[in-house]
Structures are given as structure tokens and as C-alpha cells.
């Protein structure tokens, strides 16, 4: 079965340095995500992207988050600068449409430990 | 806004039946998911509903909807020691139309042999 992957799944990096994270969505899925889950905290939703665009993004992605599809197959999140805050488990997900009648799929996510 | 809301823990010996609860806010939500995460891996799609639905079968899991109450609940007969995972609802936000999902605190569900 097809699944989301995602790359690397733990990243340790210095407060301040910047990083990316890397998603190969599923090939026919058309809608891509972002979520995060703080240690002990919920899932949240951070943005989704579509059709080479962002299609909405929350609060927490402020300037200093960005995303790309920088060819066919993957899906990055870059966090310029990165702060002690941002340490979490960040999840990639992708689906075939945006309406949310379809079920979003989701890779194992990388553990973003910032000391 | 929109809020999701589960009990944190649940215990259950082997066999046993799993009743997992979920309350949710937005009544425009045309579907809702459960998903599983087992220590140290994603979130693993595990079954969804469809709001017209009352109920959903799917060989040990069933899903109750209560829309009404707004309520919706997971069953896992027949619990196994493999079961044991923290369980999520999620739900689309209802005034997004590129289909985010808002969780629930997930559930621990913990099998006990």
C-alpha cells in the first residue's frame, strides 16, 4: 500500500541554525499538510499546500516557516532559524482532495529535538 | 472554534471490549477520522465515518456517531496486547475548505495480558 515518507526521522540541531524536513507524499495525492505534536500536547495543524501554493496555514506558521515542492515527488518544511520552542514531532500528510471527505494519510514524522 | 475533546487513558484486560469516546464542536463535518499511533510511528489511518452514518463495521472496530450529541465513540472487540496505542479523533475544520484536521488529545488505550 502506498504510503507518506518522511526524512529524517529524528533531526538534532543548535537554537538558531536552520532546517528542513523532507516528505514524499503518495504519487496521486494532490493535497499536501503539515502537522506538529509538541511532547504531551495535541496535533496541530500547521498548513497545506496545493496546487504549488500554501491554501492555508495557522498562527504557529509564522515568517520563519516555509514550504516547497521543489520537484514531482517531494515536500519540504524549512524553520529559518529555529528556536527551543519548536521542538516536536512534525508530521507529514497528504490526500487526494482538500475538502476533507478524504481521509488524510500520514508518514511516521521526524522527532525536531533544538538544543 | 472548533475543539475535539477525549479521555486520556483507558485500561482493558485481553478480550475485553475498548470503548473509546470523542466529543467534537462543528456540526458541518461531513466526516470523521480515528487514527492510531503505536509508540515511536506516525499516525496510522484506522477507520472514518461518514456524517449520514450512524454506525460504521469494520471487522473488530465499530464506529458510533451521535450527532445530535455530537458525540462519536471507537469499539475494539476482542482487545488484543497489539491494540495498545494512543487513538485520535480527528475531525475537518469546519471552515476550511482545504480540509484540515482538528485532534483530539488521543487516547491511551493500555491492554493488559
Known amino acids: 500500500e502506498p504510503e507518506v515518507t518522511q526524512t529524517p526521522s529524528h533531526q538534532v540541531t543548535q537554537m538558531g541554525q536552520e532546517v528542513i524536513l523532507r516528505c514524499v507524499p503518495i504519487?496521486?495525492?494532490?493535497?499536501f499538510y503539515w502537522y506538529r505534536q509538541i511532547l504531551g500536547q495535541k496535533v496541530e495543524f500547521l498548513v497545506s499546500?496545493?496546487?504549488?501554493?500554501?491554501?492555508?496555514k495557522s498562527e504557529i506558521f509564522d515568517d520563519q516557516f516555509s514550504v516547497e515542492r521543489p520537484d514531482g515527488s517531494n515536500f519540504t518544511l524549512k524553520i529559518r532559524s529555529t528556536k527551543l520552542e519548536d521542538s516536536a514531532m512534525y508530521f507529514c500528510?497528504?490526500?487526494?482532495?482538500?475538502?476533507?471527505?478524504?481521509?488524510?494519510?500520514f508518514g511516521d514524522g521526524t522527532r525536531l529535538s533544538i538544543l | 472554534g472548533e475543539d475535539v475533546e477525549q479521555s486520556l487513558f483507558l485500561s482493558v484486560r485481553e478480550g475485553d471490549s475498548s470503548v473509546i469516546n470523542c466529543t467534537y464542536t462543528?456540526?458541518?463535518?461531513?466526516?470523521l477520522y480515528w487514527y492510531k499511533q503505536e509508540p515511536g510511528a506516525g499516525l496510522q489511518l484506522l477507520t472514518y465515518?461518514?456524517?449520514?452514518?450512524d454506525m460504521k463495521q469494520d471487522q473488530r472496530l465499530t464506529v458510533l456517531l451521535n450527532k445530535k450529541d455530537k458525540h462519536l465513540s471507537l469499539r475494539i472487540a476482542d482487545t488484543q496486547t497489539g491494540d495498545s496505542a494512543i487513538y485520535f479523533c480527528a475531525e475537518p475544520h469546519g471552515s476550511s475548505n482545504t480540509g484540515k484536521l482538528i485532534f483530539g488529545q488521543g487516547t491511551t488505550l493500555q491492554v493488559k495480558p
Open positions: 504519487s496521486n495525492h494532490l493535497y
Open positions: 499546500f496545493y496546487n504549488n501554493e500554501i491554501s492555508e
Open positions: 462543528d456540526s458541518s463535518s461531513t466526516y
Open positions: 465515518i461518514f456524517s449520514n452514518m
Open positions: 500528510a497528504s490526500s487526494q482532495m482538500g475538502t476533507g471527505n478524504q481521509p488524510q494519510h
